[in-house]
């Protein structure tokens, strides 16, 4: 038998309690599929999730649409013929509405202003809403299309729903993301937008409360906007205020001077790096000159120098490899361990590794000529290590 819902969230959004007659239950899976006389429960499509609620107390887990019909799935059947109560979570219907209603305004001036089409939309966790335009349009549009979107708001302009016959709807300039067919529901943002929508929206402009346009990004030839409405925009702003406070005391500046504080530091920051640069680069022309003007020796050579890279670390154990008959290492600390660089000439080093790792309490490995790795003891430890290591004959490479 085929079913139809009175689908009452079509002409009234601001419905969140309501009664039906059940007509059919069905077992489904591990719940029961419920179509009810009618409901306010929105199903869900064109980029927005189903509502959540509640039948006879009973959560709502999904909803579907089959054919005329809302199916509600439950974990608990209900008699044919009983009335039940339906209630819709008000608060996240609510946002949800601020959020759509607030793209078709958007999305209607984007297109009244400069012919851009809305080509995606999608509302997300926290009432997140990402919009994809058919143009780029500079910052300076968008901020424009964001002012007079949030003086639409101001101006608290009726929205209407409405379901044209087929001859009306020939001569209407509407926009659709698809060419539709069957019973086609409008949306109307007086002197803002008319657009094809299955969604539940505000009554007027003034709940949405106020639009604001988070980031934008080139996607596909066009724009992804990032934006939010009403009070996830209050919840967006309330963050930033509280970060632009606390910058506000640690800068030791009034909030709006943050900026410009933050930019000074930057640039006394950026100048300490330089100088900081500058003195590391003096202090490894002068540990290699030290290097290339020491004496030649048979003797292992161990170098310990704070703040070395692993670069510097390469660059110094080539250079001590030119004075030593036997091997080289270069130690520093790094995240608390101590790093080291372990090079031959004459060693196979991978086939040393395992016995200085273990020594050492260490992990690395690398090439014959040089290894790399780091190891849990201390700066005393280590050097003495490498300074009495003696190879074994089946070292050598």
């Given amino acids: 038998m085929n079913f139809t819902t009175q689908k009452r969230y079509e002409t009234d959004g601001s419905l969140t309690e309501f009664s039906a007659t059940v007509l059919s239950c069905e077992r489904a899976g591990d719940g029961y599929d419920t179509i009810l006389s009618e409901t306010a429960f929105f199903p869900g499509g064109g980029g927005q999730e189903a509502d959540e609620g509640t039948l006879d107390g009973v959560p709502v887990t999904a909803l579907a649409e089959r054919g005329e019909a809302i199916l509600h799935r439950t974990d608990r059947p209900f008699p044919v013929g009983s009335t039940v109560h339906g209630q819709i979570d008000a608060l996240l219907r609510l946002r949800r509405m601020q959020a759509h209603s607030g793209e078709h305004v958007l999305s209607g001036l984007l297109h009244s202003l400069y012919g851009s089409e809305n080509v995606g939309f999608h509302l997300g966790a926290g009432e997140t809403v990402t919009i994809d335009t058919s143009k780029r349009l500079t910052d300076g549009e968008l901020d424009r299309a964001e002012y007079e979107a949030n003086l639409a708001i101001a101006q608290n302009r009726p929205v209407r729903v409405s379901f044209p016959d087929k001859e009306t709807l020939k001569t209407l300039a509407y926009r659709s993301k698809k060419e539709l067919t069957g019973r086609v529901r409008i949306v109307t943002v007086e002197g803002v937008d008319v657009c094809a929508c299955c969604a539940p929206h505000v009554a007027r402009t003034g709940e949405i409360g106020q639009i604001r346009i988070l980031s934008r990004m080139s996607w596909k030839g066009g724009l992804r906007l990032t934006v939010v409405c009403g009070l996830a925009a209050y919840e967006d702003a309330k963050r930033k205020t509280e970060s632009v406070k606390s910058l506000s005391a640690l800068l030791s500046a009034k909030p709006e001077e943050v900026a410009d504080a933050a930019k000074k530091m930057k640039e006394r920051l950026d100048e300490e790096l330089r100088k900081s640069s500058l003195r590391a680069a ?20 161990v170098l310990w120098e704070d703040g070395l890279s692993r670069k510097d670390m390469t660059e110094y154990a080539n250079e001590l490899l030119k ?16 790093a080291y660089t372990a090079a031959s000439g004459t060693l196979d080093m991978r086939k040393l590794a395992p016995r200085i790792n273990e020594a050492l309490s260490g992990s690395g490995g690398g090439s014959p000529s040089m290894i790399f790795g780091s190891a849990d003891t201390t700066k005393e430890k280590a050097e003495a290590f490498f300074r009495s290591f003696a190879p074994q004959e089946n070292d050598k490479r």
């Fill in 323 to 338: 004075k030593t008959g036997a091997f080289a290492a270069v130690l520093t600390v790094e995240n608390g361990r101590i």
């Fill in 282 to 301: 003096a202090k490894r022309e002068e540990t290699l000159r030290a290097l290339r003007e020491r004496e030649p020796t048979e003797e292992p050579i």
